[in-house]
């Protein structure tokens, strides 16, 4: 970076650089928005072109494949992009999602394609939608359905820096997107090894090192764990609901409010280490999710969840079935006393008397210990790349801050070396 002093000028959206100018997205290229084939001709829709929707954007800058394909005759009467474009989202609560068309493709109508001018940097223009989505987001309004239409997103300011600054910045900023792509390629990686880590170990398949020779027992829950009502008399405030993504999450976090009753004696009162399971199915978790308590000593529930805890957590361990039930080894189970009709209101209708009827096979408490030390590693290693990720981003966001603003400069080099 090159912190020579930088003669500054006023503007629209404040300071900047002397060389440096303000300009609508519709100076970059011209805007179009996508469009969708009709969904009532199947033969609209194959596996040879891609498709995008907001789903497909936010994850990577270059859009290399898309859930939905379009078939030859959905891509012919389509409007299709070049490779290059740079989209972005403008109708739901996912506008600010951006991307960048690796090869000719279309969009839905949710989509607007900038299709850029040769004297602009694509990337440089990316980044910048990028930096100012949150800012971009708030045009929209807060109607149920927030819509920034084409003219306004055609007419958004966006700081310009000169072309050989804008490639420069882009290339910077690249670099930080292949370090944070090559993270997330490893967390992938290390999360399938763990999969099948679970898969094999807390079903026997694979055997701990010293455990080889030894048994296991068929038994039922209700052998090992006592259902848990105890009454919130104590009027802890502490109220979460359990996702299956996030496990035990506060209500103020999970629905930016509270949907409790403001009288919550009658909640359950949770303990730290016991089990609730949510028999709400979601995606990854169709017969529902049984969690555990860690982040907290106490925590407040809804009456509608199934809580438990260990008999004797001498004898068994609560970290090997914590990872047990995260595995979704109850499923099977789960589908022979879930009552067929009963996901009213979204909920499996499983009884407690049911549910700790279940049957499930385990291994001896030393090796449930010993499965349990060597799953809990997969998973610390799995945290500490995700922590790597987190910190990647907060330095290209900070990155992005400095640079696309022209409070940092950049050592403008050939062209053909950057």
Same mark, same amino acid.
């Given at each position: 970076m090159n912190n020579n002093k930088t003669t500054y000028k006023d503007s629209p959206l404040g300071k900047i650089p002397y060389d440096w100018k303000v300009v609508r997205i519709s100076d970059y290229g011209k805007v179009y928005t996508g469009n969708t084939p009709p969904t009532n001709d199947l033969e609209n829709y194959g596996v040879e072109f891609l498709f995008v929707s907001p789903s497909d954007l936010g994850s990577d800058k270059y859009i290399l494949n898309t859930e939905k394909k379009l078939s030859k005759k959905g891509f012919s009467v389509s409007r299709k992009f070049p490779p290059g474009s740079v989209l972005f989202?403008?109708?739901?609560?996912?506008?600010?999602?951006?991307? *960048?068309?690796?090869?000719?493709?279309?969009?839905?109508?949710?989509?607007?394609?900038?299709?850029?001018?040769?004297?602009?940097?694509?990337?440089?223009?990316?980044?910048?939608?990028?930096?100012?989505?949150?800012?971009?987001?708030?045009?929209?309004?807060?109607?149920? *359905?927030?819509?920034?239409?084409?003219?306004?997103?055609?007419?958004?300011?966006?700081?310009?820096?000169?072309?050989?600054?804008?490639?420069?910045?882009?290339?910077?900023?690249?670099?930080?997107?292949?370090?944070?792509?090559?993270?997330?390629?490893?967390?992938?990686?290390?999360?399938?090894?763990?999969?099948?880590?679970?898969?094999?170990?807390?079903?026997?398949?694979?055997? *701990?090192?010293?455990?080889?020779?030894?048994?296991?027992?068929?038994?039922?829950?209700?052998?090992?764990?006592?259902?848990?009502?105890?009454?919130?008399?104590e009027q802890n405030s502490n109220v979460v609901t359990i996702s299956a993504q996030r496990g035990f999450v506060r209500q103020t976090d999970f629905f930016n409010k509270s949907i409790a009753s403001e009288i919550v004696d009658n909640y359950f009162l949770v303990e730290k280490g016991e089990f609730c399971y949510n028999k709400s199915y979601s995606n990854g978790y169709p017969w529902g999710a049984t969690k555990r308590l860690k982040d907290f000593d106490k925590a407040v529930v809804t009456t509608l969840y199934i809580c438990f805890g260990l008999k004797n957590s001498q004898k068994n361990s609560g970290d090997f079935f914590e990872q047990y039930f995260e595995a979704n080894l109850l499923d099977k189970g789960l589908t022979k006393i879930a009552h067929e009709g009963g996901r009213a209101h979204g909920l499996l209708n499983v009884t407690p008397s049911d549910f700790f009827s279940l049957k499930i096979t385990i291994p001896t408490p030393d090796e449930q210990t010993a499965i349990a030390k060597v799953l809990k590693a997969a998973d610390k290693e799995i945290q500490l790349l995700k922590a790597k990720t987190e910190k990647l981003r907060e330095q290209k966001k900070g990155l992005m801050q400095v640079l696309l603003t022209g409070r940092k400069r950049l050592k403008i080099v050939r062209e053909n070396q950057i």
């Open positions: 989202t403008c109708i739901g609560s996912t506008i600010g999602k951006a991307g *960048v068309a690796s090869i000719e493709l279309t969009s839905n109508q949710q989509i607007n394609a900038i299709v850029v001018d040769g004297k602009y940097s694509n990337e440089f223009l990316y980044y910048a939608l990028e930096n100012n989505a949150d800012k971009i987001r708030l045009l929209a309004g807060e109607q149920a *359905v927030p819509i920034l239409n084409k003219s306004q997103f055609e007419s958004v300011k966006i700081i310009c820096p000169p072309f050989p600054e804008q490639k420069a910045i882009a290339h910077i900023l690249g670099l930080m997107d292949t370090a944070i792509n090559k993270n997330n390629s490893l967390i992938a990686k290390k999360e399938l090894q763990k999969k099948w880590l679970m898969k094999n170990l807390l079903t026997g398949k694979k055997r *701990v090192k010293g455990f080889e020779k030894e048994g296991w027992e068929e038994t039922s829950l209700g052998n090992l764990f006592e259902r848990v009502t105890r009454k919130n008399i």
